[in-house]
């Protein structure tokens, strides 16, 4: 009969097996952790200083915004180039409060408003978002805008006129109290519409 040597060191197989189970346990709480961090970073990031979240509130720009619509504003493009006219952004406006208009006029052009003709360097624009509510209005034998006219003025550099799609219901630059929009006002451009989900869609800006 063979005997055991009792100094022959002994290994116990379920320990180390417990040990390896509990090491990888660890790794992959690790993984995870290291993960979520980087998530949240990335979160962090997009959140302010990438895309924001913006909430219409009032008329001001129906017939294509809504109250309670939630868009998505696009907050670096204009780090990487300037507003576009009929592109739709949102703004710091003097009272505090963010603002959401459509852009009209550019630094250095000349801008007039009649009625509900846009001149621009003299020459009437095209107002193809506005398309049907204009030829409705017209229908109807009445004028979509019903505002006072606003004088033909120079776009100071560095800013926009920015005006309201619902002409008669929007402050905007036509009031003195808003005015020109300078560039370093504006937060960014809305590019998406996303609640509610039944008229989820890109912002058209033409």
């Known amino acids: 009969m063979e005997h055991s040597d009792p100094k022959e060191p002994y290994i116990n197989t379920s320990d180390a097996g417990a040990a390896d189970k509990s090491k990888t346990v660890k790794n992959e709480v690790w993984e995870w952790a290291k993960a979520l961090l980087i998530a949240g970073v990335l979160v962090f990031v997009i959140?302010?200083?990438?895309?924001?979240?913006?909430?219409?509130?009032?008329?001001s720009m129906e017939?294509?915004?809504?109250?309670?619509?939630?868009?998505?504003?696009?907050?670096?493009?204009?780090?990487?180039?300037?507003?576009?006219?009929?592109?739709?952004?949102?703004?710091?406006?003097?009272?505090?409060?963010?603002?959401i208009k459509r852009v009209v006029?550019?630094?250095?052009?000349?801008?007039?408003?009649?009625?509900?003709?846009?001149?621009?360097?003299?020459q009437?624009?095209?107002q193809t978002y506005l398309k049907e509510a204009l030829e409705q209005a017209a229908k109807e034998g009445r004028s979509y805008n019903t505002l006072a006219n606003f004088p033909?003025?120079?776009?100071?550099?560095?800013s926009i006129f920015a005006m309201g799609d619902n002409r008669s219901n929007?402050?905007?630059?036509?009031?003195?109290?808003?005015?020109?929009?300078?560039?370093?006002?504006?937060v960014g451009r809305a590019d998406l519409i996303f609640w509610p989900m039944s008229k989820i869609s890109l912002v058209h800006f033409k």
């Open 47 to 59: 959140r302010w200083f990438v895309f924001a979240p913006f909430i219409v509130e009032g008329p």
């Open 63 to 99: 017939p294509n915004f809504y109250t309670s619509e939630r868009l998505i504003v696009n907050k670096i493009l204009y780090d990487i180039r300037k507003p576009k006219r009929g592109e739709v952004v949102v703004f710091h406006a003097p009272e505090g409060k963010d603002y």
């Open 105 to 122: 006029a550019l630094p250095g052009e000349t801008v007039k408003v009649e009625g509900d003709k846009i001149y621009i360097n003299g």
């Open 124 to 126: 009437e624009i095209e």
């Open 152 to 158: 033909e003025t120079t776009v100071p550099e560095g």
């Open 170 to 186: 929007s402050r905007d630059s036509r009031d003195p109290s808003v005015g020109f929009v300078p560039y370093k006002e504006i």
